[in-house]
């Protein structure tokens, strides 16, 4: 039998959240950008930018 792929890449999916979760401190997003849909990060004197994109994708600029 066929396995299907999209099952395959879920379970994948779900196993590395699973595992980042158990070795990473976690910070929901709605936590970080409250209302906005934007962030300042400083990071080594340098300010990095996160976005929300429309499609609701993360994206971080220097």
């Known amino acids: 039998m066929e396995r299907n792929n999209n ?20 910070i929901k997003s709605e936590n970080l950008f409250e209302n906005a849909r ?5 990071h080594e004197g340098a300010i990095y930018r996160l976005k929300i994109t429309k499609q609701g994708k993360l994206i971080l600029n220097k």
Do not use: K, Q, Y
């Open 38 to 42: 934007e962030v300042g990060i400083e």
């Open 7 to 26: 099952n395959d890449r879920r379970e994948d999916a779900s196993r590395l959240h699973s595992d980042v979760n158990a070795t990473l401190p976690v």
